[in-house]
């Protein structure tokens, strides 16, 4: 799925026109994302340790498109020298830089979500359901009866970040999912990790002086 009606959504949480006098840049793609993120955290308060690398696995299970999408939010909203730190200088650059490598991450899961409309968590789901059969019988608890039961978890957390991930990367989750034991208490959060979605890690923020 190429989400080219992710920039215009956004879009919205842009901060304002780019400096004056400067040539407009050529839009992020995947395959340069990773050092056009990594050097703008490095200039707004530093990049974690072999940052492009931890980009590019953190990029493998993810859509076409989401990194190109996550790095034109935060070129928009890191630009430096103010870092998004704006016009209040008391706000430090390695506080700001959290918030939106945050705000942009969550930005960009929404709208690879408002796309997907829970069907990636209900690949998994699909899977639950058959493992309980499996473990508990299917007489117990049939399989509808449990995606009937199942639905509402279309809208959690981890369902957004599901539908920014690849279609072979929700297949493997669920295929975890329906192998695992009987005697494991939550599968779903065991294989779930083992997937490593989740949303860049920074530096600490150097303490106050």
Known sequence: MKPSGLLPILALVACGPSAAGRPPRAAPTDADACPRSCALLEACGGAPSGCEDECRRQQEPLREGFSASFTACLERQLEPPRCGTGENASIKKETARAENVRLCWFATIEAYAARDRGASMRT?????????????????????????????RTKDPAAKVLAAARETTVTSLAGCVEARPCGDDDPFQACFDAQKLGAPKLPAESPPQ
């Not at 499996?134 to 009866?145: H, I, L, M």
């Open 124 to 152: 998994v789901i699909a899977a639950v359901c058959k493992r309980r059969a499996r473990c508990d019988g299917a007489e117990v608890y049939p399989e509808k009866t449990c995606r009937a039961d199942l639905e509402s």
